[in-house]
């Protein structure tokens, strides 16, 4: 069960195997509940309440919108919000100008937050709808002045373009999915895919980087595999490069931690580690 400004929502996930802290009467003072299919991904929101089609919530200085469609996912991670601010150390830490590309952006959370720190940002996804939604975000938070490009693309063809061109970049967030497609129609397979990816952004990494971000949800891999896939895009370049799990924290006494996703990040910047 979550909260997101004054909604209450259930939605289920695997890793929550531990019995809840509050009692039953709670979990059914929701307004709504996300019911899963057999496939994979499938399912469909279950109203219980009243609850608008539509609403924005506000993390800091960031404001954007959510919304219940076709997946359990309502346009944010939250866990990301570490990643976020640490994106945001980095660059305004940093002694040169900072450009940002953030493949598989979707509605722009990371792209925002590094565009309100100062950097200018291109922002990659395959679908025209989350690079809508993460417009209309950047208009909701104030920053439409900033410098930001959204394409819709397929992350692999334009990161080699990218280096055909000879286009470098001082920060990259990638945060692939386990399986997508691209606008034309491109298959994307995390296993089959993501090396060949890393391996493309190593060409277009500047000669004086600031940051990679790598992050990974609903793979069967570790925070090791993280680490060794980044460790061979930055190796010699010094900094410091960490790997770990990504986590929600229980609001109670508990304070139990959710296991999200995967990440490994690294910084040119040793005493710059963020959160």
């Given amino acids: 069960m979550e909260r997101f400004g004054p909604f209450r929502v259930v939605r289920p996930d695997a890793e929550a195997i531990w019995d809840p802290v509050?009692?039953?009467k709670e979990w059914k003072d929701i307004h709504a509940r996300f019911v899963p299919s057999p496939e994979e991904n499938g399912g469909h929101w279950e109203k219980i309440r009243l609850i608008p089609e539509r609403w924005y919530i506000q993390y800091k200085n960031l404001k954007f919108w959510l919304q219940m469609g076709g997946s359990k996912h309502l346009g944010v991670f939250p866990e990301q919000s570490v990643q976020w601010e640490w994106i945001q150390d980095q660059i305004t830490t940093f002694s040169h100008p900072v450009?940002?590309?953030n493949l598989f952006g979707y509605t722009g959370l990371s792209t925002l937050a590094a565009a309100e720190s100062g950097a200018s940002v291109?922002?990659?996804d395959a679908s025209r709808k989350a690079i809508s939604w993460a417009r209309e975000n950047q208009i909701l938070s104030g920053l439409d002045h900033k410098p930001v490009r959204w394409l819709v693309d397929d992350a692999l063809k334009f990161v080699q373009r990218e280096a055909r061109r000879g286009m470098t970049y001082e920060g990259i967030i990638l945060d692939p999915p386990k399986f997508?497609?691209?606008?034309?129609g491109e298959v994307w397979e995390f296993y089959k895919l993501l090396p060949e990816l890393l391996q493309a952004c190593k060409t277009i990494l500047s000669p004086k980087p600031c940051f990679i971000?790598?992050?990974?949800?609903?793979?069967?891999a570790s925070a090791a595999t993280m680490y060794y896939a980044l460790e061979d895009i930055v190796k010699g370049k010094g900094g410091h490069l960490e790997a770990g799990e990504i986590a929600l924290r229980e609001n109670n006494k508990r304070a139990r931690l959710l296991a999200t996703a995967l990440f490994a990040r690294w910084t040119y910047q040793r005493g710059v580690e963020g959160l």
């Fill in 122 to 124: 291109t922002h990659v």
């Fill in 213 to 220: 971000v790598l992050t990974a949800y609903a793979v069967k």
């Fill in 22 to 24: 509050l009692p039953e």
């Fill in 99 to 101: 450009r940002v590309l």
């Fill in 180 to 184: 997508g497609r691209g606008p034309k």
